[in-house]
């Protein structure tokens, strides 16, 4: 089994605790056990689904199902890691390691498809499950790696393991690696202190992700006089209209997204509902999650010196490419001030903006995107609302990333309209290669709504494996808005580069070819993962690209070519502000990480204010991307001193995307060499010779800053 699934999935990962009742009448057991009985043979999750690839039955699927097959995933898996574990023959791979990544098959199933839904069509009832199955997931983790007999088998075939071929020897390091790291060479003591601190964290992850749920739900602005939303599209007061109707609201209901800036402050006129909503958003969740993510970080910092690392950034990079928070520390402080010194360059055109509007007020930070689209509308004489007709949802998605995929290898998408869907909203696809062989299935989740996680996300219900006989199952997740029934989906850029990032994911998982499932995928260093879905969003202004897609949904004309012009010449615009929000973001996820267990924290945004100073990225009309109180990715999301891993791997994923560009670009030979290289590859060897077997050598940071208009 991919143990990391259960910890990526709850930041940690049971012990089944018997209950029984003491007096029981013998016809109410017989009953129960019937009952039982048939829940169980009516439970999808009890067996492998018979749809293709083994995607979920989720028209079969109901609530009541998670709990009685988490319970006998985790009963079969501990029956299956003790027979490993006392085998009374001397450990060998295939007795030992290849029996782990065998077993935990129920586990697994049940795990990725609760764990998957809980993020997409959270309630109540996935709510209280999940707040109940992460400790228990937790300590069923801590009791396979922190077990000495099992340790000891996997430590003997390490001491083995040169007779092995190069992949089985990887896999061997994975797992003595992860034992190591979970504390497997702890004393007894140690031990139960770690397991004591999981179980904390995982309680504290899920308290965390469910307080930012609930704000999504909680914490929005309510707008009752139309005058207010001058600015807005017709359509889009129409969708804020039906948003309000639907959550049984008079007027006009604005939600958030999960960043600090909001989308729709770069249209609204009226200033004072401009800061309204970005105080909204910029202090959201603080009450709830300030003291949550407090003790985070303290009982990240304690493990992690229990583990022989000075701090929890320590303990995480050391598992990463970037190996030390100092690599990390350098890369984020070298691109700080000449990211400020252009956000500051930025900021004066705004300024001057405002004042030739004849306004009288330093530019804020719910100022900055109203007025910056003016500076952009002037200097490039472009309109996001003249842009937005010829970015159509469905033709992007077709049109746009479906032809530039089957351009660069091949592949076509086939709908599959005759496989359930978790949600009216989800469209599933078949994927195939030229020759007609199957790849895989693609879920896409497009829409936002309630009981949906903020962002983008790619993720898998079933991962590739050869040993398991197993085709990729994976979807997209992205959060537009949804129009008003009958309006089209039309697309800001931003939108556009979005959902081709996240196919890179995708493509990442889909295109995997590995035989272990612990190695296949998107089973990467966090500072890897991230290559593949930033390679993969400048596809999306390639000219053959771009001419097929961006056409008109009403005339379907192409983008005039001077409006494209100046959208292609706007690329850059703005990147001061795009560079600092986000290195202020991965900075304070590095900071409130390089902490001791000792240290005292009283108020996080005192402690984020002194970090930012620290860097010398403390420019008030940029703020974070992420203030810490809904920062997902640091604190419940998997990128604890890790979010800096966006920008390292922007390294490569420019680097690639020049040296393709160099190389004739959009072809199969290009598109072939790539998913060889890099996209079959998982973690089944080392990821910087994955890169170098492509490219030829290993990347600069030249492109990079190209990429982001740092330099000319």
Not at 240 to 247: C, P, R, V
Not at 286 to 301: D, F, H, Y
Not at 475 to 494: C, M, R, S, W
Not at 586 to 614: G, N, Q
Request: negative net charge; proline residues 4%.
């Amino acid at each position: 089994m991919r143990i990391s699934i259960i910890a990526a999935a709850v930041s940690a990962t049971l012990v089944l605790g018997a209950c029984s009742s003491n007096v029981v009448n013998q016809e109410q057991t017989n009953t129960k056990q019937v009952k039982t009985m048939q829940t169980a043979a009516n439970n999808v999750l009890m067996k492998k689904s018979p749809l293709t690839y083994q995607a979920p039955q989720f028209d079969k699927l109901s609530i009541d199902d998670y709990e009685p097959a988490f319970a006998a995933g985790i009963a079969e898996h501990n029956t299956q890691i003790a027979v490993i574990t006392n085998n009374p023959l001397a450990p060998t791979f295939e007795n030992t390691i290849v029996a782990m990544e065998k077993s935990g098959e129920l586990l697994t199933r049940v795990s990725k498809t609760f764990y998957n839904l809980a993020s997409v069509i959270s309630n109540d009832d996935y709510q209280r499950i999940e707040a109940d199955m992460g400790p228990k997931l937790t300590a069923h983790e801590d009791n396979i790696y922190l077990n000495p007999t099992l340790f000891a088998r996997v430590q003997t075939i390490g001491a083995n393991k040169a007779s092995l071929t190069p992949l089985d020897q990887r896999l061997v390091e994975h797992y003595y690696n992860n034992f190591v790291r979970a504390g497997a060479k702890l004393n007894d003591a140690d031990k139960a202190t770690v397991r004591e601190i999981n179980g904390q964290l995982s309680t504290l992850a899920t308290e965390f992700s469910q307080n930012i749920l609930k704000s999504f739900k909680n914490d929005t602005i309510v707008v009752n006089d139309k005058a207010l939303l001058a600015g807005l599209s017709e359509s889009e007061i129409a969708s804020l209209a039906s948003a309000a109707k639907k959550a049984g609201k008079d007027g006009y209901l604005i939600t958030l997204v999960n960043t600090t800036r909001q989308p729709i402050l770069g249209s609204l006129e009226n200033r004072s509902l401009r800061k309204k909503i970005w105080q909204a958003s910029s202090q959201r969740a603080m009450s709830t999650n300030g003291p949550v993510l407090i003790k985070l970080a303290q009982l990240r910092a304690q493990k992690a010196q229990l583990l022989g690392y000075p701090t929890w950034a320590a303990y995480v990079t050391a598992d990463q490419m970037a190996k030390t928070p100092a690599a990390v520390y350098d890369i984020l402080d070298d691109l700080a001030p000449k990211a400020v010194a252009k956000a500051e360059v930025e900021a004066q055109a705004i300024q001057e903006q405002i004042t030739a509007n004849g306004e009288n007020f330093s530019v804020q930070p719910w100022d900055w995107a109203y007025y910056s689209e003016k500076v952009r509308k002037a200097k490039y004489d472009l309109d996001e609302n003249i842009i937005k007709p010829y970015f159509e949802l469905d033709r992007v998605l077709h049109d746009g990333l479906f032809f530039a995929m089957q351009k660069l290898y091949g592949i076509t998408f086939k709908a599959r309209k005759d496989l359930p869907v978790y949600h009216d909203d989800v469209q599933a696809f078949e994927v195939f290669n030229q020759d007609g062989s199957s790849i895989g299935l693609f879920y896409f989740d497009p829409y936002a709504r309630e009981g949906k996680g903020g962002g983008a996300w790619m993720d898998e219900f079933v991962t590739q494996s050869e040993l398991l006989k197993q085709k990729p199952v994976v979807y997209n997740v992205l959060n537009i808005p949804k129009p008003a029934a009958g309006q089209p989906t039309l697309l800001t850029f931003d939108e556009v580069t979005t959902l081709f990032h996240e196919f890179g994911h995708a493509a990442h998982g889909l295109f995997s070819q590995v035989k272990y499932p612990s190695l296949a995928g998107t089973a990467t260093a966090r500072d890897f993962v991230e290559f593949p879905s930033q390679f993969n969003e400048d596809w999306d202004i390639n000219p053959e690209v771009i001419a097929n897609y961006a056409k008109h949904y009403q005339t379907g004309e192409a983008i005039p070519k001077a409006l494209l012009d100046k959208l292609l010449a706007a690329h850059h615009f703005n990147q001061g502000f795009d560079t600092t929000e986000y290195l202020a973001a991965a900075l304070i996820d590095m900071e409130w990480h390089s902490i001791t267990p000792d240290t005292k924290i009283d108020d996080v945004a005192a402690f984020e204010k002194k970090a930012l100073a620290k860097h010398g990225i403390d420019f008030a009309p940029v703020p974070p991307r992420y203030k810490s109180a809904y920062f997902s990715h640091a604190f419940a999301g998997g990128y604890s001193a890790g979010y800096y891993a966006y920008l390292w791997t922007e390294v490569f994923a420019a680097d690639a995307f020049a040296y393709m560009t160099q190389h004739d670009g959009l072809n199969r030979e290009n598109g072939d060499k790539f998913r060889s290289s890099v996209l079959s590859m998982g973690n089944s060897k080392d990821l910087m010779q994955d890169y170098i077997d492509f490219r030829g050598s290993k990347p600069t940071t030249d492109a990079l800053l190209k990429r982001r208009g740092l330099v000319d």
